[in-house]
């Protein structure tokens, strides 16, 4: 018996003592061609991370955002991917769990040379110190300002806040607010909400106008408690930054209660899918989106291209401008930062982070509003904002108003 | 000589374990670090519901006391920046500190557990959750709100267990960082919390504790103070999630609010039923299995046959773990009704069964 278990012992302090197990390859500062290469970057492959919610309570939008990454990397492979390198893509669903996603994030992280996507700002936060250290690029996929400045992370167009600023303006331009109307504004706890009410709350103090605030949390999607309050401060205009379901309550129950008055979301409160609830008709007569991502009626090269590439791909499939388009975008920015570090001649890190930071004039066709210009952390790399209206008869069924646009308070606005 | 055999394998055990660094690569130690903390407050909800009989769906809660309760006493105040605020002190002691609130807030929670019972003391337990999610969402000047909060890395006698001081530790020509480090910081505290809460359960406390489970008129009788155990149940359960709750802030580096939701609740639960309620080993079991299957399915997906590439459509591996996770809680209730526990003893003892039969 206890023979044996000296035996036990024994072998276990020799496999302990005999080690040279892992490290020592760390794969960085080696070179393919003349070329400096490191982490996710070989002589013929490029491997970018991943990071969608496939299972949690974003799924449905992160399965969009695959099908748009998946559609612009297939193409440009075909094309002969970047610096003579294939695209590869390291996913890993992160269920919108901060914990899954720090352990997927080190498995992957020796691996990839960026982070082509990462869905969610707690996950984003969570991952921010490891991000960091490893000094790679991180596309986030929000639009909050809170995560400014920061070295690493790479937003696609404006934020919330200045999508809240344009919305009041264009309140005021188009729908006859004036100084001293009271306007709602309906919002999630947390970033995206609260974000877009700083924008909302600097400019009702710029033109003198009151903000009746109603906040909610995800969960709630009966909005018949925010309507009478609206409709007893006796809003003139609504604006909303909270999801699809509740857009849909909000209309819905505005309608039937006679409070007639327009509604402005942030892009996150669009689906095409609204267009088949009961809520269609009140949603196509009072509701307009504010966001840096295209509506996918705009008739640009970009989205054209796009929506040519999504129908021939996936014949069966939605796009929408804030999954499948916004993952497009993100991508064209990732390739634009990897192409820009190979004519560097350095495809690590902090080449391609560098070549990410000198981005300027970074046109997507129209894809996102304006020229993307990447060379100040502390800023979003647009100010732009397309303002749409709902359409039962345009494509993604939003109806631009005119072309990319941005009020002057937005210009103004410091984070 | 059983003696000594087991005092070896529990050695052998030990230095497989202390090992292991050298040969893991990040994500298994990640992973297993993630598992230490929720054995250690897996524990603490077995002490609770399986040996004291008291349900309760607010485990989350205590563990996010834990957790935000150190990376608040120890912070550094960042002169000018937005950033949360924190005290400043020393690594061990914020660690002890962050113990004792979290065992303060079941002492404070314990008179509601003394008058609620079973799944109406679960109801009660429920709405800490909640509250707990409103605070951390709101309290930003400790919480960070939905940004969370970056947790200041453990130290003791000058020893960082992060990437720096001492820089480039290597062992055996292995990089020691943050990961390697904590690894041993997380043995530790889950061997002191497996010792300790063995010797509680076959200790007098955890024998009136059982008594007061089975039947609290009948331990009066036998002169055990009833509220007195249930409330000191609480404390104690709540202290070993906070102690769960440090290790994992201290895995994260970072913690955000949806990290200790409802659903973290109810992932101690099923813990502790895998396990079998009321075993410590079992709830170290399941709390390993529980935390680990999700991660090691997502990391095997791409080599699974059957399941689905992420993104391509198709049953992929994070839905695969959940029908797993869902079969393994059916599995149990069905054919183990004592849970990984219960196996262990009828496998242990089948053996001698057979013999004395023989």
Redesign the interface.
Known sequence: ??RR??G??AV??A???A??????DDGGGASGGDIKTGPGATKDAITLG?L?D??GVFAPNG?SM??G??LYWDAKNKNGGICGRQIK?S???T??????A???Y??M??DVIGLGLVLG???T??L???VK?DGMFLNFAGWTS?ILPNENVAIAGTTYDIEAINAVDFLMHEKGIKEGDTIGHLYF???YG?NALKGSKYAADKHGLKIVEQKITPAETDMTGQVSAFRRAKVKAILFSAAPPQAASLAGIAAAQKLDVPIVANGPGWTPQLLTTPAAGALAANYYVVSSMAPLGLDTDGVKKFLDAYEQKYPKGTPSSNGSLYAYAGAEIADAALTKACENKDLTRKGVLDALHSLDGLDTGGVVAGKLNFTDPAQPPSRLVYIAKVSKDAPGGLEPLGDAQTAADAEAYAF | VSRLLRGGLVAGVAVLLAALPIYLESFWLQTGLFAMGAVIAAIGLTLLVGVAGQLSLGHAFFVAVGAYGYSYLAGQEVPGADAPAGLGLPPVLALLGAVALAGLAGALFSPIAGRVRGIYLGLASLGLVFIGQHILQNATGITGGYEGVAVEPFRVFGFSFSNTDPDDLTILGVPYGQLERLWYLGLVLAAVAIWYGRNLVRSRPGRALAAVRDGEIAAAVMGVDVVRYRAAAFTVSSMYAGLGGVLTALAFGRIVPESFGFLLSVDYLVMIVIGGAGSVGGAAAGAVFVTALPLVLNHYSGSLPLLAEPGSGGVGASEFSRFVYGAAIVAVLLFARDGLAGLARRARRSPEVKERLA
Not at chain 1, 95 to 100: A, E, L, R, S, T
């Open positions: 018996m206890s278990l000296f036990t012992v276990a302090l496999l302990a003592v080690a040279c197990g892992k490290g020592s991943y969608p496939l299972s399965k695959m099908e990454a998946n893509l996913t890993q669903d269920g919108y769990d901060p914990q899954k720090v352990a997927a080190q498995q992280s020796g700002s707690s996950i936060s969570a921010l110190p490891s250290q809170d706890e947390g970033d609260e």
